[in-house]
């Protein structure tokens, strides 16, 4: 089960901090990551993070504001989104899957709204 929370309104330039429980699972070798999908738009892929701690970023859609990290003791991922645009305005969703994708899981969203 993954549970996201932290979405909300923000004006532009603001920051919001997302955060995705996952439990029912070992998930600590899991990588753990977010996606985002706007009104629409495809479902796009935003930042995740191996068990081993490497990040990856999409840079078109990052800029260089978001961070990613994980706590591998409670099977957390958080996304820090700082200096947001109203482009950032989605659904973001929680993803979670093993290396080779045998196992993937989604979280339902949270919605981020940033108005101008």
């Not at 996201?4 to 920051?15: I, K």
């Not at 699972?25 to 899991?30: E, Q, S």
């Not at 068990?51 to 957390?76: C, E, H, M, Q, W």
Request: glycine share 10%; with cysteine; net charge neutral.
């Amino acid at each position: 089960q993954l549970v996201e929370s932290g979405g909300g309104l923000v004006q532009a330039g603001g920051s919001l901090r997302l955060s995705c429980a996952a439990s029912g699972r070992p998930f600590n070798t899991y990588t753990m990551g977010w996606f985002r999908q706007a009104p629409g738009k495809l479902r796009e892929f935003v930042a995740d993070i191996r068990s081993s701690g490497l990040d990856t970023y999409n840079p078109a859609t990052v800029k260089g504001r978001f961070t990613i990290s994980r706590n591998s003791i409670n099977n957390t991922v958080t996304l820090q989104m700082n200096n947001l645009e109203p482009e950032d305005t989605a659904v973001y969703y929680c993803r979670v899957h093993t290396p080779d994708y045998y196992s993937d899981y989604w979280g339902h969203g949270t919605q981020v709204t940033v108005s101008p």
